[in-house]
């Protein structure tokens, strides 16, 4: 066995070298610029990515029962329906800084629903991204949403992003 420090020869079994009285250890040598393996274990693959950075899967949603539930309640299930639609949108573009379906509500009553008109705007943008992103065509939903709630038709644009949902999920 050869003493990795003065480099003397020393017979098999011996624990220090005769020499020089440094430690002589049983493993081989490693080369110059080599880590040692130190028994390591082996770590975990990383997950798999499915595509959606929250986790959970995106729900479908029928979008006349939407409609309905939304009229026939006075507009409660419309605020639901809002809060789910943006933690859809906020699932299928992992910013997570995003706005929570709750501030939107909250903001959208605070300033009388002129952020509801902005809200619409970006979520169309998102949408936009997301499906340019997966390599679909996107036209300006942003744009289209906003007209329409503009001219009283808020829920259609509620419908047509559900629509648009329903299709990336």
Not at 6 to 16: E, H, L, P, Y
Not at 58 to 86: D, F, H, M, P
């Amino acid at each position: 066995m050869i003493c990795p420090k003065c480099g003397s020869n020393n017979s098999d079994g011996t624990a220090f070298c005769a020499s020089c009285g440094a430690p002589l250890s049983n493993e081989a040598p490693t080369p110059n610029g080599a880590v040692p393996n130190n028994n390591v274990p082996p770590q975990t693959p990383p997950p798999v990515f499915n595509g959606n950075p929250y986790g959970g899967p995106i729900e479908q949603r029928n979008i006349a029962l939407c409609i309905i539930l939304s009229i026939v309640t006075c507009g409660i299930y419309g605020l639901y329906w809002i809060y789910k639609l943006t933690e859809d949108v906020n699932k299928l573009t992992g910013d997570p800084n995003a706005t929570s379906g709750g501030m939107v509500i909250l903001l959208g009553i605070i300033t009388c629903n002129i952020y509801m008109w902005y809200w619409l705007y970006k979520q169309g943008d998102a949408i936009d991204q997301v499906k340019t992103s997966r390599g679909l065509s996107s036209g300006n939903s942003g744009i289209l949403y906003l007209i329409l709630a503009i001219f009283g038709l808020g829920i259609v644009s509620y419908a047509l992003m559900q629509n648009e949902l329903n299709q990336l999920a």
